[in-house]
């Protein structure tokens, strides 16, 4: 059975920094691309970055480039989502998400549950 | 970017009956779309991809169409499960989701 956990979402002020894991199983996990996509407070869903299943290339939305990186440990079965510079708007709660390929990004085949990451001073 | 709109914001539907939900493309993405369901507290799930694909486990009464710029999500004879939040995907370019139709009962 597949399975994503993320973890890592807390209340921090802005300017901050967070780092979010993702710990999965159930699947070979260098045979996928990997994820993140965050949900704000009643709102939609928005691409924030894919990693290739090697590890080699990364993608990020344009909106996002700078503050947020992503990045995985294959001997973990883990993908990380570095968070810097932390702004009101960035409140949302943070899904991992398997990608349906190899290179990605694509679609999303399996959700993990999200970790939610809130904001304020 | 590729910028996707779905239509209608919600849609009332008495169970039984069949809906059909939008979703366009600010320009062609061939035919690299995915339809998710999302329910309240809930990871959105996979129901569609290449437009038309069913993900595995989805009930036959779902299927998708189009290709370019205009695509539908249609499900025959709503299930009470089947009520809840769908949002459309593109993956032509950079991952760009739709706003979301509601499906609500009627």
């Known amino acids: 059975e597949v399975q994503l956990l993320e973890s890592g979402g807390d209340l921090v002020q802005p300017g901050g920094s967070l780092r979010l894991s993702c710990a999965t199983s159930?699947?070979?996990?260098?045979?996928?691309?990997m994820g993140w996509v965050r949900q704000g407070p009643g709102k939609g869903l928005e691409w924030i970055a894919t990693?290739?299943?090697?590890?080699?290339?990364?993608y990020h939305a344009d909106s996002l480039r700078g503050r947020f990186t992503i990045s995985r440990d294959s001997s973990k079965n883990t993908t990380y989502l570095q968070i810097d510079s932390l702004r009101p708007e960035d409140t949302a709660l943070y899904y991992c998400a398997r990608d349906h390929y190899l290179v990605g990004p694509t679609l999303f085949d399996f959700w993990g549950q999200g970790t939610l990451v809130t904001v304020a001073s | 970017e590729r910028v996707m709109t779905q239509s209608p914001a919600s849609l009332s539907v008495s169970p039984g009956d069949r809906a059909s939900l939008s979703c366009r493309a600010s320009?062609?993405?061939?035919?690299?779309l995915a339809w998710y369901q999302q329910k309240p507290g809930q990871p959105p799930r996979l129901l569609i991809y290449e437009a038309s694909i069913r993900a595995t486990g989805v009930p036959a009464r779902f299927s998708g169409s189009g290709s370019g710029t205009e695509f539908t999500l249609t499900i025959s004879s709503l299930q009470s499960e089947d009520f809840a939040l769908y949002y459309c995907?593109?993956?032509?370019?950079?991952?760009?989701f739709g706003q979301g139709t509601r499906l609500e009962i009627k």
């Open positions: 990693i290739s299943g090697s590890g080699v290339s990364t």
């Open positions: 159930g699947f070979t996990f260098s045979s996928y691309a």
């Open positions: 320009q062609s993405i061939n035919s690299a």
């Open positions: 995907q593109q993956y032509n370019s950079w991952p760009s």
